[in-house]
C-alpha cells in the first residue's frame, strides 16, 4: 500500500478488508456499486466482490436500512449506506424504534449486527439539507454505537470494529475530510469502539474534538502554543461508548475543558461530556467549562455565513484564551 492512504479511499479499504475476512459482510445503498459511491467511498468493492455482495438501491432510505435490518437477523452483516445523514430522518423509525431494541426485547436471542454509514457535517456549502453534523440525534438513542473517526487510519480500524460489533453501529464519516491524508494502518488494525485518542499533549487546557473539529482543534493548539498556552487535544472517535475515563484523565493534568463540537449547541453531544465532567470531575476544575458549537440555525449556503455558523480556529484561540485568563 501507498505511503498515504485519503479518508476517502480509507472508507473503500476498510469495507474491502472485512469482506474479505468475512462473506457475511454485504454492503447496500443508493449508487455504491457501479457509481464506486457518490463520494467515491466504495471505489473498487462491486468489482472486486461482485453484486451479490455490493446491492445498489433505490432512493429509499427506508428500504435500505430495512433491508439491512431484516439482512443483520437472519445472519448477515450488511453495511447500508445514507448518503447524507441528514436523510438519517427518513429512516428514523428503523433506526430509532426498531434496530436499537431487538437485542433487548429478545432477551439476547435476536441480535442486529449492522452499520449504517453516512457523510456527515458541513463546511462545503451544501446548505441546510445536506451539511448538518447529526451525531446528536444519534446519541439520543439507547442501543446505538456511535463513531466519526478523524483520520484514515481510524476510518479503518473504527470501521472494522464497528462491523465486528454484534450491536448496531451509526458511522460518520466527514465530508470535509475525505480528500485529507494520513499513513495506512497495518493489516488487521482494529480500533476499539469507546476508546478516545490524546493526539495532542499539553498541560493547560483539554480540548475534546470529534471528526473534523479535530484537526481545527490541533490548528487552534497550534496557534495557542504560540502565545505560551499548550492545549491537550482528545479524539473523541466515538460517543457511545464515550470515554468519559480519558477526558477526565485529561483534566487531572490541565483543570480547564472545552469542547468543539459542530453540532447545534442546543442539544449537542458537548453538553453530555460537560454534564459528566460535572458529576465526576468537578473537583478537578479551576475553571469555568466552556463550549465551542455550531449555532442553532440552519446552515447557511453562502461560505462566510456558513463559517459564522460552525466552529472555527479563531473561535476555539478565543474561548481558550479567555479561559486561561480566567
Not at 485519503?6 to 468475512?22: F, I, S
Amino acid at each position: 500500500m501507498a505511503d498515504v492512504i485519503t479518508y476517502r479511499d480509507a472508507v473503500a479499504e476498510g469495507l474491502a478488508r472485512e469482506m474479505r475476512r468475512d462473506t457475511s459482510v454485504v454492503c447496500l445503498g443508493e449508487d455504491i456499486g457501479a457509481a464506486g459511491g457518490v463520494f467515491k467511498t466504495t471505489t473498487g468493492l462491486r468489482e472486486e466482490f461482485g453484486p451479490e455482495r455490493v446491492w445498489d438501491t433505490p432512493i429509499s432510505e427506508q428500504a435500505i436500512v430495512g433491508a439491512a435490518m431484516g439482512a443483520a437477523m437472519t445472519g448477515m452483516r450488511p453495511v447500508a449506506e445514507i448518503m447524507f445523514s441528514d436523510f438519517l430522518a427518513c429512516c428514523w423509525d428503523y433506526l430509532a424504534n426498531e434496530i436499537p431494541k431487538v437485542r433487548y426485547m429478545t432477551g439476547g436471542q435476536v441480535t442486529v449486527p449492522l452499520v449504517v454509514r453516512t457523510a456527515n457535517g458541513g463546511g462545503l456549502g451544501f446548505g441546510a439539507q445536506h451539511s448538518q453534523a447529526t451525531e446528536n440525534w444519534a446519541l439520543t438513542v439507547p442501543g446505538l454505537k456511535i463513531a466519526a473517526p478523524a483520520t484514515p487510519a481510524d476510518v479503518i480500524g473504527l470501521l472494522a470494529a464497528a462491523i465486528r460489533s454484534d450491536d448496531p453501529v451509526v458511522f460518520f464519516e466527514h465530508k470535509g475530510l475525505f480528500a485529507t491524508k494520513g499513513p495506512p494502518p497495518p493489516a488487521d488494525h482494529v480500533v476499539e469502539l469507546g476508546r478516545a485518542a490524546v493526539v495532542r499533549e499539553g498541560t493547560d487546557v483539554t480540548l475534546v474534538a470529534l471528526a473534523s473539529m479535530v484537526p481545527l482543534a490541533l490548528t487552534a493548539a497550534d496557534v495557542l502554543a504560540g502565545e505560551g498556552i499548550e492545549a491537550e487535544v482528545i479524539d473523541l472517535r466515538c460517543l457511545i461508548p464515550l470515554d468519559a475515563a480519558a477526558v477526565l484523565a485529561s483534566l487531572r493534568r490541565t483543570s480547564r475543558l472545552v469542547t468543539v463540537e459542530e453540532n447545534p449547541y442546543q442539544g449537542g453531544w458537548g453538553g453530555t461530556v460537560v454534564s459528566v465532567v460535572a458529576d465526576e470531575g468537578f473537583g478537578l476544575l479551576d475553571a469555568p467549562v466552556r463550549r465551542v458549537a455550531g449555532e442553532c440555525v440552519p446552515l447557511p449556503f453562502a461560505d462566510a455565513l456558513e463559517a459564522q455558523v460552525i466552529p472555527t480556529v479563531d473561535k476555539v484561540v478565543t474561548e481558550v484564551r479567555r479561559l486561561a485568563a480566567y
